[in-house]
């Protein structure tokens, strides 16, 4: 009788996705390892790149070099834009991927508790978009006060 090799599929390459993948240990399984972006971001440097301390490939890591030593884990670039629980299948904005397994690994977004209007006073610092527009205000910000006219109070 044919047995077939589990297939895992793991959504999100974040601490959460990766710690799965370096840590599960089932020779025979084939997992796949799924992100929107080809990098694992470490997030709590983002506020260094923000603060033009660091910049963005410092805290960017390829997640094909992370889990190198996992022959097991393929990594694949898509968008996950829903789930088909029952049939145990992952939509993508580039087709669709079955599992017998699935580990949702996705983070958390930005909440500004109920108003919508804070948000462009508070921008969210999750992305190293994030990080990149909120340095180009500031730095701005620094140019501008360079070219005034009048002196500080
Ligand atoms: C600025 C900042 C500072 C922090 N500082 C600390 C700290 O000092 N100490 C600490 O313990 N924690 C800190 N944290 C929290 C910590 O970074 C998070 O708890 C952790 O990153 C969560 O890991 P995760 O794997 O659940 O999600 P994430 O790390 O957010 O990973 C989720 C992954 O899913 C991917 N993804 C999301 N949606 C999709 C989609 N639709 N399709 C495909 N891929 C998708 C993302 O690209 C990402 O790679 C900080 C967080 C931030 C934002």
């Given at each position: 009788m044919e047995t077939r090799n589990p297939h895992i599929v793991v959504l999100g390459a974040g601490f959460g996705g990766l710690t799965f993948c370096q840590t599960f240990n089932h020779r025979a399984a084939r997992v796949t390892l799924l992100d929107r972006q080809n990098h694992h971001l470490f997030q709590p440097l983002l506020y260094q790149v923000a603060a033009a301390?660091?910049?963005?490939?410092?805290i960017a890591q390829p997640i094909r070099s992370i889990v190198s030593d996992h022959p097991n884990v393929t990594v694949l670039l898509d968008q996950v834009t829903g789930l088909?629980?029952?049939g145990k299948v992952v939509r993508l904005a580039g087709g669709t991927l079955t599992y017998d397994c699935l580990v949702l690994a996705l983070g958390g977004c930005t909440s500004y508790f109920?108003?919508?209007?804070?948000e462009p006073f508070a921008p969210g610092l999750k992305s190293l978009d994030d990080a990149l527009g909120i340095r180009r205000r500031i730095l701005l910000a620094f140019e501008k006060a360079?070219?005034?006219?009048?002196?500080?109070?």
């Open positions: 301390g660091l910049s963005a490939p410092e088909d629980l029952a109920g108003p919508p209007e804070w360079e070219n005034a006219s009048t002196a500080a109070p």
